[in-house]
């Protein structure tokens, strides 16, 4: 067990809908991280937060937000949802700084689109 | 910019046999760098990691040593077990800011 949480496991939903991912990060890590893996992608860094603040943006679509909270949970809000969204997205948090922090991923979050 | 460059797979071995996935990097300065290992329908677990040249990581029978000078960060065991069938990403880390790159992984299927 990493300590990141995510929820919820697993979604099924239709295109054009929106769905909010959720991520609870290791107890003391301010920083949080969201993937999106794909078979046919690989894993994309999709945003980076820290400390409620966005401090690195990778591949995210337009369609997609995020935003970390006060208690420093994390969600991830995907709209307009299309089919190849379908993917497994990933959580992970860390302590910012110090040579060789180790990033913790959560088990994923497996969306489905139909 | 910062990336890992890691071996395309699949990579399909016999048990006991050796095992070597290579990883690659670019990076200014010296950037940590990790192997990480994702079971079937699970999230990445950390496997290893360098923090400085000449390092050697190493848990569960695999080790990975941090060379500078050939910006390599390879992944070896010297006997692999069906249950290491996987897929392995190398990742870095800069030494300053907090981003992390990630390879596009490597699957192991070791047969009996």
């Known amino acids: 067990d990493s300590g990141v949480t995510q929820t919820p496991k697993h979604l099924i939903t239709a295109t054009g809908q929106r769905v909010t991912l959720r991520c609870s990060p290791r107890s003391g890590d301010l920083s949080v991280y969201w993937y999106q893996q794909s078979l046919d992608q690989g894993l994309q860094f999709l945003i980076q937060y820290y400390n409620g603040e966005e401090r690195a943006k990778g591949n995210i679509l337009e369609r997609f937000s995020a935003q970390q909270f006060p208690d420093l949970h994390s969600e991830l809000n995907l709209s307009s949802l299309e089919l190849g969204d379908s993917a497994l997205y990933f959580c992970a948090s860390s302590v910012y700084g110090g040579a060789g922090n180790t990033i913790y991923f959560g088990e994923g979050s497996w969306l489905t689109v139909v | 910019g910062d990336s890992v460059t890691q071996m395309e797979g699949p990579v399909t071995l016999s048990e006991e046999a050796f095992l070597t996935i290579n990883c690659t990097y670019t990076a200014t300065g010296y950037p940590s760098l990790f192997w990480y290992v994702q079971y079937p329908g699970e999230g990445l677990q950390l496997l290893l990691k360098?923090?400085?040249?000449?390092d050697k990581g190493s848990n569960k029978g695999f080790e990975a040593t941090y060379r500078k000078e050939t910006t390599s960060f390879h992944l070896e065991k010297g006997s692999v077990q069906v249950s290491d069938s996987a897929v392995y990403f190398c990742?870095?880390?800069?030494?300053?800011?907090?981003?992390?790159?990630f390879g596009t992984g490597t699957s192991l299927t070791v047969i009996p």
């Open positions: 990742a870095l880390r800069p030494n300053t800011g907090n981003q992390f790159y």
């Open positions: 360098a923090t400085k040249a000449d």
